[in-house]
């Protein structure tokens, strides 16, 4: 069992109940301590608070979309950019596709199963040397 100072933390953006219940169940199996937000201004307040090793961030969410969190990480927690992976269920908008090209980051479409969010988080910790 892994002590809980140990734990590796992600904090995951999402507005969808389903996906949140799907993350934190399969996360949590991996050993990850989940955070959620369910908006990019709850997921700031979140990030000025506390340190995490991974993102998940929805880009379409309410409020403020992932890109524009997505430019506040970049800005306020550079070391953390590396950690963001994207999800979104636009497949056919040239303008997410293009903001998640342009960002060179890891991504998701969703609906996703849990193989699939299991197999990109270690990805990313892999990546990042965690």
Do not use: W
Request: glycine letters at 6%; proline letters at 4%.
């Amino acid at each position: 069992m892994t002590d809980s100072a140990d734990k590796k933390r992600i904090l995951v953006v999402e507005d969808e109940p389903s996906i949140n219940s799907l993350c934190i169940r399969v996360l949590a199996n991996e050993g990850l301590e989940v955070s959620i937000a369910v908006d990019e201004l709850v997921a700031e307040e979140m990030l000025k608070r506390n340190n995490y090793d991974l993102c998940l961030i929805d880009v379409k969410t309410p409020v403020i979309n992932g890109k524009v969190l997505f430019q506040y990480i970049n800005d306020r927690h550079p070391e953390l950019v590396d950690g963001v992976i994207l999800t979104t269920g636009d497949v056919v908008g040239g303008e997410t596709q293009s903001f998640i090209k342009k960002t060179g980051r890891l991504f998701l479409l969703k609906p996703f199963v849990p193989e699939e969010l299991r197999a990109i988080v270690k990805e990313a910790l892999k990546s990042r040397g965690i």
